[in-house]
């Protein structure tokens, strides 16, 4: 199995500046560079819909995936101290029996 093939942020802006800039055609230009057409195309939409935040790289994330990895994080905490709760709640219920 091999392992996937990771480019730099300076490599996607360039293959897509043969595109936007250079006026080469998508597949044309993914053929030079020795991609797959299809990815270039993707790095294209996600650098046309990205105000700037296009190609972050591992581990940065935006405001908003920040933000919802932390509600997720809070979600599932007060999720586990509902069912400790629920538990303690049968426990002390069979005690006073």
Do not use: C
Not at 69 to 95: G, H, P, S
């Amino acid at each position: 199995m091999s392992t996937r093939k990771k480019y730099s942020k300076e490599f996607k802006l360039d293959a897509i500046s043969l595109v936007k800039e250079q006026g080469y055609s998508r597949a044309g230009a993914a053929h030079s560079l020795g991609i797959d057409p299809a990815m270039l195309s993707r790095w294209i939409r996600q650098h046309d819909t990205d105000d700037g935040t296009a190609f972050r790289g591992n581990g940065k994330l935006t405001a908003e995936q920040a933000e919802i990895r932390k509600l997720r994080d809070e979600v599932r905490r007060l999720k586990m101290e509902k069912d400790i709760l629920k538990k303690a709640t049968v426990f002390f219920a069979k005690e006073t029996r």
